[in-house]
T-cell receptor, first 114, second 114 residues
């Protein structure tokens, strides 16, 4: 069975700093997709970034980038020049390419301090 | 507007009662999902469906039931067998791994047992 582990339950950084959220996963599949989602206090889930496992190039979206290490089964999220609006829960997610099953980690609560 | 609509947003249930949470999408997505969110537990998969008239159990299916009679609808019934149903419930959909893999979420439903 696939599992997703986020080892940092909570983090705090100063505004404008860079922060990295870690995520590891376990799977025997070769075709899969990885995501980072942001959940602000409104509880609305917002896609931050996604990565196809068959692509070696790390995905980037403006201030957000990932470090995808397929052999190590690691998928960390880096937030550069952090802003107060980045304060939220962040979830790492794994999508099985065989049967569309999607599972999430337990989340990291990120606080951006002024 | 295209999206996922969950209703009701807030629901109170007496012990021993079954309740049904509605999830409708107009995105023409094949795959639909139900997740439960508890504090510190992240999102746990209850059921998912890849196509009409077919669905699979997730990690915490006991005490829940679903149906997928129409492509756009995936209602979740919380039965009296679910011992601790108070939680935040999220419905999601995806085009399916062979058609794209972005996951879209509804705004969620709060269920409280009184």
């Amino acid at each position: 069975a696939q599992t997703v582990t986020q080892s940092q339950p909570e983090m705090s950084v100063q505004e404008a700093e860079t922060v990295t959220l870690s995520c590891t996963y376990d799977t025997s599949e070769s075709n899969y997709y990885l995501f980072w989602y942001k959940q602000p206090p409104s509880r609305q889930m917002i896609l931050v970034i996604r990565q196809e496992a068959y692509k070696q190039q790390n995905a980037t979206e403006n201030r957000f980038s990932v470090n995808f290490q397929k052999a190590a089964k690691s998928f960390s999220l880096k937030i550069s020049d952090s802003q107060l609006g980045d304060t939220a829960m962040y979830f790492c997610a794994f999508m099985n390419g065989r049967d569309d099953k999607i599972i999430f980690g337990k989340g990291t609560r990120l606080h951006i301090l002024p | 507007d295209g999206g996922i609509t969950q209703s009701p947003k807030y629901l109170f249930r007496k012990e021993g009662q079954n309740v049904t949470l509605s999830c409708e999408q107009n995105l023409n997505h094949d795959a639909m999902y139900w997740y439960r969110q508890d504090p510190g537990q992240g999102l746990r998969l209850i059921y998912y469906s890849q196509i009409v008239n077919d669905f699979q159990k997730g990690d915490i299916a006991e005490g829940y039931s679903v149906s997928r009679e129409k492509k756009e609808s995936f209602p979740l019934t919380v039965t009296s067998a679910q011992k601790n149903p108070t939680a935040f419930y999220l419905c999601a959909s995806s085009p399916g791994v062979f058609s794209g893999n972005t996951i879209y979420f509804g705004e969620g439903s709060w269920l409280t047992v009184v």
